[in-house]
C-alpha cells in the first residue's frame, strides 16, 4: 500500500493535479461564457445551473481519469506501469473503479442541485389578494428624451394615478412621491416594494408622437418582479387626464374585483382638470418645484400656479396647488414662512372657494382647506376638513400628517402618533413625514431612532434643509450644542432665504459665548440685548431698556424682559417690582406658557419677595397642575425637569429641585444662565457647586468643539 507521500509522488507523476488545474481553469472559462449568453439572450436561470452543477461535480472522474491517462502526442493513451511497459487495455477492474467514480460524481451533483433549490417555490400572487401599490414614475423610449414636456408628464402621471386609485375601498396606495425618490436611487424592484411596505408595483412607459400618446403598464409582484398584468393604451394628448382616471380603473378592477367598473372606483376630480396644454406643463412644472420643499423653490411654484391658472382660470387643481404653497409660505408655517399669516390665509380662502366650486369632491382641497383652518386658530372645523378629505381618500397621506399635528396640538397624543404613523405608511420617503417621525422619536428619548430617520431623509433628499434641522434637535436635546449649530449653519446655507435657521443658529452662538466671533449680533435687533447681557454689558443693557420701557410703560411683555435681566444681573427687588406691575397686564393665558410656565413662575417668585404667599401659592399651584399634566407623557423634556427644579426650590424642597437640576442636565439642559437665577439661591452655594462645575464644563466643552468644527471645511451639501 502507498503511504501519503509516495501517493503525493505518483500523482505528481502521472501529472494528475496539473490536469485537474487546467480542467478547473477551463470550468471557470467556460460558466463565464454561459453567464454571458444566458443575460444577452434573457434564458432562465435552469439551464445555466444544470451546466455548472455538471463540470463541477465531474471533477472527482477527471480525477480519476487523469490517474490513467494523458494526453501526449495528439491524443489520449495510457500511462505506462511504475515497470516502464505501456498497459495493453483498460481492465475490468479500471472499468468497474470509472463506473463508481461517475455513479459517485453523478449523486453529488444531483444532491448539490438539490440544495442550490429554493426551499419552496414561492406562491404566485394573487390578484385578488393583492391590497396594496405603489406606482412607479413612468420612463421615456429614447426618442422621446429631448422633450421635456414629456419628462414632466413622465414624472406627474404616477402622481395622478396613485390619487385616483387612493379612492379605492380597500386598497393601500402609496405616496407616488416616495416611489419616485426610491426609482432615482436606482433600487430594485424588491427593495422598492420592501421599503414601501407593499405588494405589488405599477410600472410603466410614455411615448408621443405628434399628439398620439402611447402608454404601456404593467403590473408587477413586489417581490419577485414577476408580471402579474400589462395592458397598452393609445389616447391623444388632450385626453390625458381622462387616460389617468382609465388607468387606475384598469388597475384597481385588476386587483380588486369587488371593484365593478363606472361603480365603485369614482372619479372624483372630474372637474378638477384642464383642457388646456399650456396650462397642465405649467402645473407640472409647478408640482416639481413644490416637491423640492425649500423657500425659494416654494416661490418659483406659487408663480406657475399662478401661470396655470392665467392660462385656464378654470383649472380647479391649480387652485388648490396655489392654496398649498401660501399656506405653506406663511409666517404660520415653521419651515418656509416669508408671507404674513393673515394675507397667506385670505388668499389660500379665496382659491380654496374657486376650486371647490369646480370640483366639490376634491380629497385634496378639503386637506389643504384644514391647513388654513388651522392657521386661522379654528382647531374643530380644520379637523372636519381632514377627516372629510381622508374620507374622499383614505390613502391621502398628508392629510393624515396634518391631522397629526392638530391632534398632537390638542393634546390627543395617542391619536396624533396613530394619525403620523399611518402617514408613514402610505408615504414612508416623504421630507415631512420623515422630519416629523424623526421629530418625535427625538423628543422621546429615542436618539438612535431619530438620528437614523433624519439621516435618512438627507440621504433621501440632500436638497432639503429638514433632515439638518431634525439632526439640530437630536443634538441639542442631548446638551451637544456643537453639533446642534453645525446643523443650523449647514441648514441654513441649504436654504439662506429661511431666517429662523439663522435665528437659531445665532441663538446657539449666544449660549455658546462665541459673541467674539459674530460681532453683528451687536447690530441685530432680536438678539441685541442677549448680546449686551452675555457680554455683561449691563450698564448699555439697563439703560437701553430703561429707554424702552419709558416709550411703552404699559407693555406687559416689555416689562418682564427687562425685569427678567434684573434678575440675572441687576437689582433684584427693582426686578421684583417690575413683575408685579407687569403681572396687572397679562392676559390669564399669557402667564403660563410651558415648558417653562412662564412669566408665571418668575411673578410667584416676585410675590414670595414681597411676603404675597398666598398669591404665589395660586400661581404655583397652577404651574404645578400643568407640569404633573407634560410629565405624564412620554416626553423626555429637560425644560420640564427644569421647570420642576425651580418650582420645588420655591416650595423649599431643595433635594428635590437638585435632582430635578441633576435630571435636567442629563437630558441635555445647557442654559449659561441658569445658576445666575435668584429663583434657586435657597440652595446652599455649597450644594450647587457640583451641578454649576458641571455645567461649566459640558458648555466649555461643547465651545471648544465648535471652534475646532468652524475650522472644517462644510461640505458643499450635507
Same mark, same amino acid.
Not at 399635528?405 to 405608511?425: C, N, P
Given at each position: 500500500m502507498l503511504n501519503p507521500r509516495q501517493f503525493y509522488r505518483r500523482l505528481r507523476q502521472r501529472k494528475v493535479l496539473s490536469t485537474v488545474l487546467a480542467y478547473l481553469v477551463l470550468v471557470w472559462l467556460l460558466l463565464q461564457v454561459v453567464a454571458v449568453v444566458s443575460q444577452l439572450l434573457q434564458l432562465p436561470p435552469l439551464p445555466g445551473t444544470i451546466i455548472a452543477i455538471s463540470l463541477i461535480a465531474a471533477t472527482p472522474l477527471v480525477c480519476y481519469l487523469a490517474w490513467f491517462y494523458q494526453y501526449q502526442h495528439g491524443r489520449l493513451q495510457l500511462i505506462a506501469r511504475a515497470d516502464g511497459h505501456m498497459p495493453v487495455i483498460f481492465g475490468t477492474k479500471q472499468r468497474t473503479?470509472?463506473?463508481?467514480?461517475? =455513479?459517485? +460524481?453523478?449523486? %453529488?451533483?444531483?444532491?448539490?442541485?438539490?440544495?442550490?433549490?429554493?426551499? @419552496? *417555490?414561492? $406562491?404566485a400572487l394573487s390578484l385578488l389578494a393583492a391590497n396594496s401599490i405603489a406606482v412607479l414614475p413612468f420612463s421615456q423610449l429614447k426618442q422621446d428624451h429631448a422633450n421635456p414636456e414629456l419628462e414632466l408628464l413622465a414624472n406627474s402621471l404616477a402622481e395622478e394615478i396613485s390619487s385616483q386609485?387612493?379612492?379605492?375601498?380597500?386598497?393601500?396606495?402609496?405616496?407616488?412621491?416616495?416611489?419616485?425618490?426610491?426609482?432615482?436611487?436606482?433600487?430594485?424592484?424588491?427593495?422598492?416594494?420592501?421599503?414601501?411596505?407593499?405588494?405589488?408595483?405599477?410600472?410603466?412607459?410614455?411615448?408621443?408622437?405628434?399628439?398620439?400618446?402611447?402608454?404601456?403598464?404593467?403590473?408587477?409582484?413586489?417581490?419577485?418582479?414577476?408580471? =402579474?398584468? +400589462?395592458?397598452? %393604451?393609445?389616447?391623444?394628448?388632450?385626453?390625458?387626464?381622462?387616460?389617468? @382616471? *382609465?388607468? $387606475?380603473?384598469?388597475?384597481?378592477?385588476?386587483?380588486?374585483?369587488?371593484?365593478?367598473?363606472?361603480?365603485?372606483?369614482?372619479?372624483?376630480?372630474?372637474n378638477a382638470s384642464t383642457q388646456s396644454a399650456d396650462a397642465y406643463v405649467s402645473y407640472l412644472k409647478a408640482r416639481e418645484q413644490y416637491r423640492l420643499q425649500?423657500?425659494?423653490?416654494?416661490?418659483?411654484?406659487?408663480?406657475?400656479?399662478?401661470?396655470?391658472?392665467?392660462?385656464?382660470?378654470?383649472?380647479?387643481?391649480?387652485?388648490?396647488?396655489?392654496?398649498d404653497t401660501l399656506l405653506l409660505l406663511s409666517d404660520g408655517s415653521k419651515e418656509f414662512g416669508i408671507i404674513d399669516v393673515d394675507i397667506a390665509t385670505k388668499l389660500a380662502a379665496e382659491y380654496l372657494e374657486k376650486a371647490l366650486r369646480r370640483a366639490p369632491e376634491l380629497a385634496e382641497a378639503y386637506a389643504i382647506q384644514g391647513k388654513m383652518l388651522e392657521l386661522q386658530q379654528q382647531p374643530e372645523p380644520a379637523l372636519a376638513a381632514y377627516q372629510q378629505a381622508i374620507a374622499l381618500n383614505p390613502n391621502l397621506a398628508v392629510a393624515h400628517m396634518w391631522q397629526y399635528l392638530l391632534l398632537k396640538q390638542q393634546g390627543k397624543y395617542d391619536e396624533s402618533l396613530q394619525a403620523l404613523e399611518r402617514a408613514y405608511q402610505l408615504d414612508p420617503v416623504s421630507i415631512a413625514v420623515l422630519y416629523n417621525r424623526g421629530y418625535e422619536q427625538a423628543i422621546r428619548g429615542q436618539f438612535a431612532e431619530a438620528t437614523d430617520s433624519f439621516t435618512?431623509?438627507?440621504?433621501?433628499?440632500?436638497?432639503?434643509?429638514?433632515?439638518?434641522?431634525?439632526?439640530?434637535?437630536?443634538?441639542?436635546?442631548?446638551?451637544?450644542?456643537?453639533?446642534?449649530?453645525r446643523h443650523w449653519q449647514y441648514a441654513h446655507q441649504i436654504s439662506p432665504e429661511n431666517t429662523g435657521y439663522r435665528?437659531?443658529?445665532?441663538?446657539?452662538?449666544?449660549?455658546?459665548?462665541?459673541?467674539?466671533?459674530?460681532?453683528?449680533?451687536?447690530?441685530?435687533?432680536?438678539?441685541?440685548?442677549?448680546?449686551?447681557?452675555?457680554?455683561?454689558?449691563?450698564?448699555?443693557?439697563?439703560?437701553?431698556?430703561t429707554f424702552?420701557?419709558?416709550?411703552?410703560?404699559?407693555?406687559?411683555?416689555?416689562?418682564?424682559?427687562?425685569?427678567?435681566?434684573?434678575?440675572?444681573?441687576?437689582?433684584?427687588?427693582?426686578?421684583a417690582n417690575l413683575l408685579l406691575q407687569s403681572y396687572a397686564l397679562f392676559d390669564s393665558e399669557d402667564l403660563y406658557g410651558m415648558p417653562m410656565c412662564s412669566p408665571a413662575i418668575e411673578i410667584a417668585w416676585a410675590l414670595n419677595q414681597q411676603g404675597q404667599q398666598q398669591q404665589a401659592a395660586e400661581l404655583k399651584a397652577r404651574c404645578q397642575k400643568q407640569l404633573h399634566a407634560a410629565m405624564q407623557s412620554e416626553l423626555r423634556d429637560s425644560y420640564l425637569n427644569h421647570l420642576a427644579a425651580r418650582l420645588a426650590a420655591l416650595q423649599g424642597e431643595n433635594e428635590l429641585a437638585l435632582q430635578e437640576l441633576q435630571q435636567a442636565m442629563a437630558?441635555?439642559?445647557?442654559?449659561?444662565?441658569?445658576?445666575?437665577?435668584?429663583?434657586?439661591?435657597?440652595?446652599?452655594?455649597?450644594?450647587l457647586a457640583q451641578l454649576r462645575q458641571q455645567l461649566d464644563n459640558a458648555l466649555a466643552e461643547q465651545r471648544r468643539l465648535a471652534l475646532a468644527q468652524a475650522k472644517q471645511p462644510a461640505p458643499a451639501n450635507q
Amino acid at each position: 500500500m502507498l503511504n501519503p507521500r509516495q501517493f503525493y509522488r505518483r500523482l505528481r507523476q502521472r501529472k494528475v493535479l496539473s490536469t485537474v488545474l487546467a480542467y478547473l481553469v477551463l470550468v471557470w472559462l467556460l460558466l463565464q461564457v454561459v453567464a454571458v449568453v444566458s443575460q444577452l439572450l434573457q434564458l432562465p436561470p435552469l439551464p445555466g445551473t444544470i451546466i455548472a452543477i455538471s463540470l463541477i461535480a465531474a471533477t472527482p472522474l477527471v480525477c480519476y481519469l487523469a490517474w490513467f491517462y494523458q494526453y501526449q502526442h495528439g491524443r489520449l493513451q495510457l500511462i505506462a506501469r511504475a515497470d516502464g511497459h505501456m498497459p495493453v487495455i483498460f481492465g475490468t477492474k479500471q472499468r468497474t473503479g470509472l463506473l463508481l467514480v461517475s =455513479l459517485c +460524481s453523478a449523486l %453529488l451533483g444531483y444532491q448539490y442541485y438539490l440544495l442550490s433549490r429554493p426551499n @419552496s *417555490e414561492p $406562491a404566485a400572487l394573487s390578484l385578488l389578494a393583492a391590497n396594496s401599490i405603489a406606482v412607479l414614475p413612468f420612463s421615456q423610449l429614447k426618442q422621446d428624451h429631448a422633450n421635456p414636456e414629456l419628462e414632466l408628464l413622465a414624472n406627474s402621471l404616477a402622481e395622478e394615478i396613485s390619487s385616483q386609485l387612493g379612492r379605492s375601498p380597500g386598497l393601500t396606495v402609496a405616496a407616488a412621491s416616495s416611489g419616485q425618490v426610491l426609482s432615482r436611487q436606482q433600487l430594485s424592484l424588491a427593495e422598492i416594494a420592501s421599503r414601501l411596505s407593499v405588494a405589488t408595483l405599477l410600472s410603466g412607459s410614455i411615448s408621443l408622437q405628434g399628439q398620439q400618446l402611447q402608454i404601456n403598464l404593467q403590473l408587477l409582484d413586489g417581490s419577485s418582479g414577476q408580471t =402579474l398584468w +400589462s395592458q397598452q %393604451l393609445e389616447r391623444e394628448l388632450t385626453d390625458i387626464f381622462a387616460l389617468e @382616471s *382609465e388607468v $387606475a380603473r384598469s388597475v384597481a378592477n385588476t386587483l380588486q374585483a369587488s371593484l365593478k367598473d363606472g361603480n365603485s372606483l369614482q372619479d372624483l376630480s372630474a372637474n378638477a382638470s384642464t383642457q388646456s396644454a399650456d396650462a397642465y406643463v405649467s402645473y407640472l412644472k409647478a408640482r416639481e418645484q413644490y416637491r423640492l420643499q425649500t423657500s425659494e423653490a416654494m416661490q418659483q411654484a406659487r408663480q406657475l400656479f399662478e401661470q396655470a391658472i392665467g392660462q385656464d382660470p378654470e383649472y380647479a387643481l391649480a387652485y388648490v396647488g396655489l392654496a398649498d404653497t401660501l399656506l405653506l409660505l406663511s409666517d404660520g408655517s415653521k419651515e418656509f414662512g416669508i408671507i404674513d399669516v393673515d394675507i397667506a390665509t385670505k388668499l389660500a380662502a379665496e382659491y380654496l372657494e374657486k376650486a371647490l366650486r369646480r370640483a366639490p369632491e376634491l380629497a385634496e382641497a378639503y386637506a389643504i382647506q384644514g391647513k388654513m383652518l388651522e392657521l386661522q386658530q379654528q382647531p374643530e372645523p380644520a379637523l372636519a376638513a381632514y377627516q372629510q378629505a381622508i374620507a374622499l381618500n383614505p390613502n391621502l397621506a398628508v392629510a393624515h400628517m396634518w391631522q397629526y399635528l392638530l391632534l398632537k396640538q390638542q393634546g390627543k397624543y395617542d391619536e396624533s402618533l396613530q394619525a403620523l404613523e399611518r402617514a408613514y405608511q402610505l408615504d414612508p420617503v416623504s421630507i415631512a413625514v420623515l422630519y416629523n417621525r424623526g421629530y418625535e422619536q427625538a423628543i422621546r428619548g429615542q436618539f438612535a431612532e431619530a438620528t437614523d430617520s433624519f439621516t435618512q431623509l438627507i440621504s433621501d433628499f440632500p436638497e432639503s434643509p429638514l433632515g439638518n434641522v431634525g439632526m439640530s434637535l437630536v443634538a441639542f436635546n442631548q446638551g451637544l450644542l456643537a453639533d446642534s449649530l453645525r446643523h443650523w449653519q449647514y441648514a441654513h446655507q441649504i436654504s439662506p432665504e429661511n431666517t429662523g435657521y439663522r435665528r437659531n443658529y445665532l441663538g446657539l452662538v449666544l449660549s455658546l459665548g462665541l459673541t467674539d466671533r459674530h460681532p453683528e449680533l451687536a447690530d441685530n435687533p432680536r438678539f441685541r440685548n442677549s448680546y449686551l447681557l452675555r457680554n455683561s454689558d449691563f450698564d448699555t443693557l439697563f439703560k437701553e431698556m430703561t429707554f424702552k420701557l419709558a416709550a411703552q410703560p404699559d407693555d406687559a411683555w416689555l416689562q418682564f424682559e427687562m425685569a427678567w435681566y434684573q434678575m440675572l444681573a441687576g437689582n433684584k427687588e427693582q426686578a421684583a417690582n417690575l413683575l408685579l406691575q407687569s403681572y396687572a397686564l397679562f392676559d390669564s393665558e399669557d402667564l403660563y406658557g410651558m415648558p417653562m410656565c412662564s412669566p408665571a413662575i418668575e411673578i410667584a417668585w416676585a410675590l414670595n419677595q414681597q411676603g404675597q404667599q398666598q398669591q404665589a401659592a395660586e400661581l404655583k399651584a397652577r404651574c404645578q397642575k400643568q407640569l404633573h399634566a407634560a410629565m405624564q407623557s412620554e416626553l423626555r423634556d429637560s425644560y420640564l425637569n427644569h421647570l420642576a427644579a425651580r418650582l420645588a426650590a420655591l416650595q423649599g424642597e431643595n433635594e428635590l429641585a437638585l435632582q430635578e437640576l441633576q435630571q435636567a442636565m442629563a437630558y441635555g439642559w445647557r442654559e449659561w444662565w441658569t445658576f445666575h437665577d435668584p429663583i434657586f439661591e435657597t440652595i446652599p452655594p455649597d450644594q450647587l457647586a457640583q451641578l454649576r462645575q458641571q455645567l461649566d464644563n459640558a458648555l466649555a466643552e461643547q465651545r471648544r468643539l465648535a471652534l475646532a468644527q468652524a475650522k472644517q471645511p462644510a461640505p458643499a451639501n450635507q
